[in-house]
């Protein structure tokens, strides 16, 4: 960089997650210029998180070597329900406390840039199709596989984001009719039994009514069931793991089914902490998704894993201001 | 009308349904300024019934006393699957016999006119988005639940077809893991559950199962039993017609809370022969999808009955027309 770079079209990309903050000075081409890191310390409520969080975004505007006159906005991703429109974070699930604050106005009121929100899975979505897995696709339906389901809609090239900003809850597709219960209040959900909390709890209960398993030599005690032990005791050959593992991989197919059928999308990207286990996911799922969806919608359609990896929210968030800019300048026509 | 009648921006709207041959002339307001109608006579095969087609096309116009200079357009809507860009019915299974049917061609070369096909699910969503319940909303998902279930997806007004033009499959979401199975080749469709024979046929295998109930005296024998003898029964109070309605129900209003949470949409616009139930079918579908659907997304829609009954294939074909003379419009920008 140094103090010769009067480059003034940066993004700072500013990711809000339940356990960690992490803001980034990014180019327009999805280059990471800089990045700094904290815990988010959710205990400590919306305040303070954001006090410590403005810090952060000082400190990386430094480490990148700029003045924030060469910030041309900032863009936030941050878990849902959010109003991105009016700039205000409801009420997320793993942001406790944060009732209705109007992040945007705050932000921009202390950098005195622009400031636009979008929910993290969206941001992810426009991430992974502006500099990821989803370049130069028109149709693209992204999903992140973590501790829950979230989802993000490409549709023409653009974001679809819904009557009210919220589409894209693709992880509460209900698909087990009357299922498993499922965080958002409803029934077999998606979430309640593809996302790793939901594998494990499975496999616990297994485990608790007694079946045998290596799960319980591996994890110490049913509590101690993770999608790592899952994993460990799926290569070794476990049985329980690998009815676990099958009907998981299962319902996540037929899931995907649906969404072809319903989107004919070119392409589906999964992310998330549950695509580490690559083809143990991939390669059933995609068998799975193909012959469950209707012919003509299978054959266009890939399913890829995502490619930015822990830069996700960073980059996500600094897409969320392209995409933003984009679509306004879309709308005015200066496109044409 | 008249010989007076000098306007040329005249529709002729052609609805080609497994049973009946309707077409229309169309003003682009919505107005059937004539129409005809015939039976399809399907096993005749596609050649001697788009002959007789291409006939009922010249009546219509000669029937609005008007001459073929004064459409601007044909519309074509049809069973999928379909090729909308290269105008080629695929093989619909309403349509046996049908096999890459170059039906815009040949309409197009007989008629002198340009020629454009959707498939019927989208044509009604469109033309209940332009003429009937969906006026003035951006984003409206359709569905039509009679023989089958099929859906159009109407995304920032226009309409979402997705990668091959195959989108809005919706009756083909996957709602009862491995349930029963569906003519798509699936299991656990949405199809399989709401459309019309499937319901009958769950009250036809319970009755067969010995399950005691008027269905068997109204309908004269199992296989009588139909859509009406259902309705009949229910409205009479029996406890089988009533305990196959509430599951119907239920499964429809959870497909519908999982449309709300992917799409966010404004409105959900119903139609097709099973909205004839009236509020035995809208109020607890209503209350079921928005109990299950996420509180954020459940609160911004409404779900209404279609609004264009018996015209909405003739008015449908028509908005076909519209769309694309407008989508291409805004694409070469002189809209803006």
């Known amino acids: 960089m140094g103090s010769g770079n009067k480059q003034t079209n940066y993004l700072l990309g500013i990711d809000i997650g339940g356990t960690k903050l992490a803001v980034g000075v990014v180019t327009p081409e999805g280059r990471v210029v800089a990045q700094e890191r904290i815990p988010t310390q959710v205990e400590e409520g919306p305040e303070r998180v954001i006090a410590r969080l403005q810090g952060l ?3 990386a505007v430094t480490a990148a070597g700029i003045t924030w006159d060469q910030i041309r906005a900032c863009g936030v991703g941050c878990g849902g329900p959010l109003d991105p429109e009016c700039g205000v974070v409801m009420n997320p699930p793993n942001l406790p406390g944060w009732v209705e604050v109007p992040l945007v106005q705050i932000l921009a009121d202390a950098f005195g840039r622009p400031v636009y929100l979008d929910n993290d899975a969206n941001a992810a979505a426009l991430a992974e199709h502006r500099f990821g897995a ?3 696709v028109q149709n693209m339906v992204y999903l ?7 989802g993000g809609i490409i549709l023409g090239g653009r974001l679809y984001s819904g009557e009210t900003g919220n589409a894209g809850e693709i992880g509460h597709m209900s698909v087990v009719y009357n299922g498993r219960p499922c965080n958002c209040g409803g029934r077999g959900c998606l979430e309640a039994y593809a996302s790793g909390p939901s594998i494990a709890a499975r496999a616990r209960e297994a485990v608790e009514a007694g079946e045998p398993s290596l799960l319980l030599d591996l994890a110490g005690s049913p509590d101690g069931i993770t999608g790592e032990t899952i994993k460990e005791a799926l290569l070794r050959g476990d049985p329980l793991a690998r009815r ?6 299962e ?3 037929a899931g995907l089914a649906s969404v072809i059928n319903i989107f004919n999308p070119r392409r589906i990207v999964l992310g998330g902490g549950m695509t580490n286990y690559g083809d143990l996911l991939f390669e059933p799922v995609r068998r799975i998704a193909r012959a469950r969806a209707m ?3 299978a054959e266009p359609v890939d399913i890829v894993p995502a490619q930015l990896g822990n830069d996700v929210g960073i980059l996500g968030a600094a897409a969320v201001v392209l995409e933003r800019l984009e679509s306004r300048a879309a709308e005015v026509g200066s496109y044409v």
């Open 134 to 136: 989803g370049r130069g």
């Open 144 to 150: 992140t596989i973590s501790t829950g389901i979230g």
């Open 57 to 59: 975004c000082h400190a």
């Open 244 to 249: 676990i593992w099958d009907e998981t991989v």
């Open 251 to 253: 319902i996540l197919g």
């Open 295 to 297: 012919r003509p919608l």
